[in-house]
């Protein structure tokens, strides 16, 4: 059973602005899922190998969050890969589990041993890779594509039809093959992968148009970040009607990484008014997910970064204490992270009045004009900002510097 989802103390309303702007815009409605291919693509990251134990917990978490698919992984790759993704398969989670293959009877028989729910059966159809990978013809790696779909199908299982470099691929190649494997075999899903991130919203838009007046399946978009457009690109391709949206954990992935399942999730609640994920859990995830790969998201990375709910500018600080989405689009709470208020050489008097209230300090005037002139030299001297524990030194530096002035007053009026 899926856990119960956590809840934060205010509606749903109050947790972000919407952006009302999309009450202009003629786009189709948004009918969607979400595949999250961490532990396949995101495990092609160089470097990058997760345990057992912390593929299931991946996993686990995704569930919890309301992720219909995970793709577990590449059967045929080794044994223990077989072994986890049948693993994952077996654990009666709420989420479909789904695995690459290739478009070979072998990879075909591993993904049917994981007794896994959905197989992505995958081949590239652009001149450059079926001249300098494959050294064969269209018409041959088809026959391979469409030999290996009619085996898992006559097998059970739910097949996923996916090109490779699909975005430099002739659009009219891409149609007639889809039509055809939709046709002869009632895949359940096509799939257009942006292999080297080449494309933009404007052409994503375009491309998964054309797919959708072709065919009556589901189409799947699976973008790349060569260029940082993969999640702008993913949300253009669900606005053209791609039903499967392809994500990883922390944008992790070969090369520039995939489209970020949290960047995704947030903004199809912003934009789409999409909220049935379970997005409190998405900065817990995103440290785990940090700590098995051994990649640390940049701390300017949207949603999820160290900074992505730090403020130190003194005009934004007095405003966020007293209205928080004056300039956070989203509260903190909605994605399970924290608000962090920095003192720095940017801070105004009227900002770290609020800051030091809030960590329960209060400091008269002329205190907190005192306290004011030594974190601006602080943070010049030292070229960056000051942490709680140094704020605090300060503070007692001003109180006991005010004490002893006030001692030597005293003693000059004796």
Do not use: W
Not at 308 to 316: K, V
Not at 340 to 350: A, D, F, I, R, S
Request: net charge negative; with cysteine.
């Amino acid at each position: 059973m899926r856990k119960s989802r956590e809840t934060v103390n205010m509606s749903e309303s109050e947790q972000y602005s919407r952006n009302t702007l999309m009450d202009f815009i003629d786009y189709r409605p948004l009918d969607i899922e979400i595949c999250d291919v961490t532990l396949r693509d995101g495990e092609q990251t160089p470097g990058v190998v997760f345990s057992k134990e912390q593929k299931l917990a991946v996993a686990s978490e995704l569930d919890s969050m309301g992720i219909e698919v995970i793709e577990a992984g590449f059967p045929v790759v080794s044994a223990d890969e077989k072994e986890i993704v049948k693993e994952i398969a077996n654990q009666g989670f709420n989420s479909r589990i789904c695995c690459l293959s290739r478009a070979v009877k072998g990879d075909v028989d591993a993904a049917l041993e994981c007794d896994v729910d959905i197989v992505s059966i995958f081949i590239a159809m652009s001149d450059m890779h079926l001249k300098y990978k494959y050294h064969r013809s269209l018409e041959d790696m088809l026959g391979c594509a469409k030999e290996a779909i009619e085996y898992a199908t006559d097998h059970g299982l739910k097949v996923r039809f996916a090109a490779e470099d699909a975005s430099r691929t002739p659009i009219d190649r891409l149609k007639k093959a889809f039509k055809e494997v939709e046709t002869e075999y009632k895949v359940q899903y096509v799939s257009l992968a942006d292999t080297v991130g080449i494309l933009n919203p404007t052409t994503t838009h375009y491309l998964v148009s054309e797919i959708f007046k072709s065919v009556n399946t589901s189409i799947c978009i699976h973008c790349h970040d060569d260029l940082g457009m993969a999640t702008a690109n993913t949300l253009a391709a669900a606005e053209a009607g791609a039903k499967q949206l392809h994500t990883t954990v922390n944008a992790i992935g070969e090369r520039a990484g995939n489209a970020s399942l949290e960047e995704v999730l947030v903004a199809l609640r912003v934009q789409y008014g999409i909220e049935r994920y379970d997005t409190t859990r998405l900065n817990a995830l995103s440290r785990m997910v940090s700590e098995y790969s051994g990649i640390t998201p940049s701390v300017n990375k949207a949603v999820v970064g160290q900074n992505a709910f730090t403020h130190e500018s003194g005009i934004h600080v007095a405003a966020i204490l007293e209205e928080p989405r004056t300039y956070e689009l989203f509260l903190p709470e909605m994605v399970g992270g924290k608000r962090n208020l920095v003192v720095g050489k940017h801070t105004g008097k009227k900002a770290l009045k609020g800051i030091i209230n809030s960590i329960g300090f209060c400091l008269e005037r002329d205190e907190l004009c005192a306290l004011i002139e030594k974190v601006k030299v602080c943070t010049e001297e030292k070229h960056k900002s000051i942490s709680r524990d140094q704020l605090e030194k300060l503070i007692t530096q001003v109180r006991q510097e005010k004490k002893a002035s006030g001692s030597e007053k005293e003693k000059f009026s004796i």
